[in-house]
């Protein structure tokens, strides 16, 4: 296996490789070999699942060649891996496949400045390469040779180069000695293998005490952000780096980086004091690495938690503003075939409120990026003008980055960010911005698929739940309905009131087990089912029989509970049955508050010979019945008797003329909800019969 690796990476010119190998139940890719990086540079992508936004992942899945031209194309498709590595390089990705079908994906890599596309050489290469190694896999297999340690790839070494004669070794010695400066030779894996006299005198350290060292672990000073991440640019890139560092005290060293595929050779001499424009900020002006990761973390962390298209839009502003130096920020979509603001910072209503319901047009470069997919930098609005002749310089910005939210390889909006002074958005920026608009778009698609089953969810709970209570003279009523906090905002919370005639009412409040649409499906069966029996006027033990008999025959795999009462307005009687469902109180008219003592029945749809037996009590004017659902009550660690208890005393103590108020305490002072809550309260007024 090693061979083949060696062999399709030589055939290809690429300058290094990753094989993963598909698990049996074709869970995961796991990372087999490593040719041309150090394990450390590979190991965030040693596991990869089958649907990961990653090259492999989408060329094993969808069974086809991946590739990845350069840096801002895979900052634009793959946003995660292009901030992790933000370096330019090419990517191809295939799967590998024998005859019984696919077995892994291969990885290929080349430096920066490859051409656009791969060679006909290169794609044969990379074909044949494939298919040998698919049928290296499926021999193994089928001989039980295990082919992957989890977590452990083998690392291939580098392709041996000529060995110098005894003389070429002194000749180089002695050359490296004459020449200015000190020379450092590195390893794939960062580690010093030669340091020359004039180097380990600059960096102040014993040769000794280098060798086999990694630099910025033998040397605290060069413990920077940018040191480690220049030798991975030249490393993954294979281009040239330079970079400088202070030496403590005032010493400034410059270092240039020189890569092939054996390693790195540095060269470090005296540099200036400081005070002129660093290299690396020359060619990494932007926000440093350490800073996007940093905050790239913490975006990711909070977009993950976000639930909503307005959590999308806050959190991206909070984190992506002074995470890049932005002073503005405008997020996007289409709608319809017009432009829609979704949200912004560091702008006015008033001047959004003019392109919000725009028709889409390649005159607005929001839109244009929308309808095209590829990003837009202008360092000036000289350069804005130029690609879009219709624009006014209105928001008083200097510089514009304009970035397409890519999901499932397609744009579903746009992002502008604008800075109050000119900006070169150099490559390196470029791909970030790029990479971390990725990732918002990522998540603005999840929060509008979450909004779209909220506000459907909100519609069917609306349609399920009475539109409003009849009027029943006589009976003064108020209802609260408040969904759980987590989910989709629907459960099986229900309750209603049914005028029968003009001296009785049926109250009925229940609660089917869960907080889904199949939860809410079937309270809507139940409250119907109650509802058509109680209309007939049947005694509230045969309306939960009845009702319990359907559910039976139904068989929905969930439990329902429920409380049903007959309230005689002419004869100031209730009569009640319970199935399964917490008590209700009442409030007599002298303040005394207490729990109605039911039988209590099954949880309706468990037997279908189950008996709800029922409780005759006065039901005087000036009374309180207070119907709720266990959500009011219940809280982890909580007593059930001690919660009763406690809204008990609030019921006690709130005003009994005053029903709209009771019930907002009654709510205000309920567990934060993790259930649904549902809330009825009746009393009878004097002269009701």
Not at 206 to 216: F, K, Y
Request: with cysteine; glycine share 10%; charged share 20%.
């Amino acid at each position: 296996m090693d061979t083949a690796v060696a062999a399709v990476v030589r055939a290809t010119g690429a300058s290094g490789a990753l094989l993963y190998i598909l698990t049996p139940d074709r869970e995961a890719l796991w990372l087999s070999h490593v040719s041309g990086v150090p394990r450390e540079v590979a190991a965030p992508w040693s596991r990869v699942a089958p649907g990961d936004p990653m090259p492999v992942a989408d060329a094993v899945r969808e069974e086809r060649l991946v590739w990845v031209s350069g840096q801002v194309e895979m900052a634009r498709r793959y946003p995660r891996p292009a901030v992790v590595l933000p370096y330019d390089f090419a990517l191809a990705a295939v799967p590998v496949a024998s005859d019984s079908g696919v077995r892994g994906g291969l990885v290929l890599f080349w430096p920066s400045g490859h051409p656009p596309q791969l060679s006909r050489v290169e794609h044969d290469a990379l074909r044949a390469g494939s298919r040998r190694l698919g049928h290296l896999i499926e021999q193994a297999a089928r001989h039980g040779e295990p082919v992957v340690s989890p977590g452990r790839p083998r690392v291939l070494p580098p392709e041996p180069g000529r060995t110098p004669t005894a003389e070429e070794a002194w000749a180089g010695t002695a050359l490296l000695d004459r020449l200015p400066g000190g020379y450092v030779g590195l390893n794939l894996n960062g580690r010093i293998t030669l340091v020359t006299p004039a180097a380990a005198e600059l960096v102040d350290a014993a040769p000794e005490r280098l060798l086999g060292s990694l630099p910025w672990e033998a040397l605290p000073w060069m413990d920077v952000p940018h040191v480690e991440d220049r030798y991975r640019a030249a490393l993954i890139s294979r281009t040239p780096q330079t970079f400088r560092v202070l030496r403590p005290p005032d010493t400034w060293l410059s270092f240039e980086l020189y890569p092939d595929p054996s390693g790195i050779s540095v060269r470090i001499d005296r540099a200036a004091d400081g005070r002129e424009p660093d290299p690396v900020s020359e060619t990494a002006h932007g926000p440093g690495r350490a800073t996007v990761l940093y905050h790239l973390m913490h975006l990711a962390t909070t977009l993950t938690e976000a639930v909503g298209v307005q959590d999308v839009v806050d959190q991206t502003a909070q984190q992506l503003l002074p995470a890049l130096g932005a002073q503005g920020m405008v997020l996007m979509t289409s709608e319809d075939g017009r432009l829609r603001i979704l949200g912004h910072r560091g702008y006015s209503t008033e001047l959004l409120g003019r392109f919000d319901g725009a028709p889409l047009s390649r005159d607005i470069p929001g839109a244009a990026v929308l309808a095209t997919g590829e990003a837009g930098f202008f360092p000036s609005f000289r350069q804005m003008v130029a690609a879009y002749p219709k624009m006014t310089h209105e928001d008083g910005m200097a510089a514009w980055a304009v970035l397409p939210l890519i999901a499932s390889s397609r744009p579903i909006g746009s992002v502008l960010l604008s800075y109050d002074r000119p900006r070169a958005f150099p490559p390196s920026e470029r791909a970030v911005l790029t990479s971390l608009a990725g990732l918002v778009g990522q998540a603005l698609d999840r929060a509008r698929l979450y909004d779209s089953k909220d506000r459907l969810a909100h519609r069917l709970q609306s349609a399920l739940l009475p539109h409003g209570l009849p009027s029943v003279p006589g009976l003064r009523v108020v209802a609260r309905y408040l969904p759980a906090a987590r989910g989709l905002g629907i459960g099986g919370d229900f309750y209603d009131l049914i005028r029968l005639d003009e001296k009785t009412v049926a109250a009925a409040i229940g609660d089917v087990q869960g907080h889904n649409v199949d939860a809410a499906a079937l309270m809507g069966q139940v409250r119907t089912a109650v509802h058509a029996h109680a209309t007939v006027g049947a005694p509230p033990d045969h309306v939960l029989g009845g009702t319990n008999r359907l559910l039976t025959d139904l068989d929905p795999g969930l439990f329902t509970s429920c409380l049903y009462a007959h309230l005689n307005l002419g004869r100031g009687r209730a009569c009640l049955a319970t199935a399964g469902h917490p008590p209700p109180l009442i409030r007599h008219s002298d303040g005394r508050t207490e729990l109605l003592d039911i039988p209590p029945g099954l949880l309706l749809g468990i037997d279908p010979t189950a008996r709800y037996p029922s409780l005759e009590c006065a039901l005087p004017p000036g009374c309180v019945l207070v119907f709720y659902t266990d959500g009011l009550v219940e809280a982890p660690g909580v007593d059930p008797d001690d919660a009763t208890a406690a809204l008990a005393g609030l019921v006690e103590h709130s005003d009994p003329d005053d029903l709209e108020a009771m019930a907002d305490t009654l709510v205000r002072h309920a567990p934060a909800p993790g259930d649904d809550i549902a809330l009825l309260l009746l009393s009878p007024t004097p002269g009701g019969g």
